[in-house]
């Protein structure tokens, strides 16, 4: 093999994984039909949803940094699903990750599930809603004690909901 083949062959490669990146992902309702507890149609979902909430939660989107109240959210609580409202983050497991978003270093008991994202082609973890199916965000392994996870989560995707006094 010359170096022309093997730089040639190369930049094939790169191109393929940028053209599967830019491939658009079925949403999570669409691949998991009939997998979830709550399931809805395209129109029922956009009805129920924001517009943001939607392009997060269906389409897998991600919100900007620094954009979500939630980031800022310090009381006692539960982060629950803004699809379908399952408590998915305890309040004293989220910690400020510098990131932009709502960080948290373990989600509830069977309250999240995850697969493998290759859209920015290197894998990565999507964490989705265990009970609707919504996309959350991804989950890291550079977070601190006692998991070392940072489950790097869009606010717009989740609720507050205070814990009662």
Not at 132 to 156: A, E, Q, S
């Amino acid at each position: 093999m010359n170096r022309r083949t093997f730089l040639l062959s190369g930049a094939a490669v790169a191109a393929m994984g940028g053209l599967y990146a830019l491939k658009p992902s079925p949403t999570p309702a669409v691949a998991g039909e009939g997998e979830f507890e709550v399931t809805y149609s395209e129109a029922e979902w956009r009805s129920m949803l924001t517009p943001d909430q939607y392009a997060v939660l269906r389409q897998e989107a991600t919100e900007r940094p620094y954009t979500s109240p939630l980031l800022y959210e310090k009381r006692e609580g539960t982060f629950n699903c803004a699809g379908c409202d399952l408590p998915l983050y305890a309040s004293e497991t989220k910690y400020d990750s510098g990131t932009g978003w709502p960080s948290f270093y373990d989600s509830l008991p069977d309250a999240v599930g995850t697969k493998r994202d290759f859209k920015l082609v290197l894998p990565r973890t999507e964490v989705h809603c265990r009970r609707c199916g919504g996309h959350l965000g991804h989950v890291f392994n550079d977070g601190p004690p006692p998991t070392g996870l940072r489950h790097c989560i869009n606010g717009v995707a989740l609720t507050f909901e205070a814990q009662s006094a």
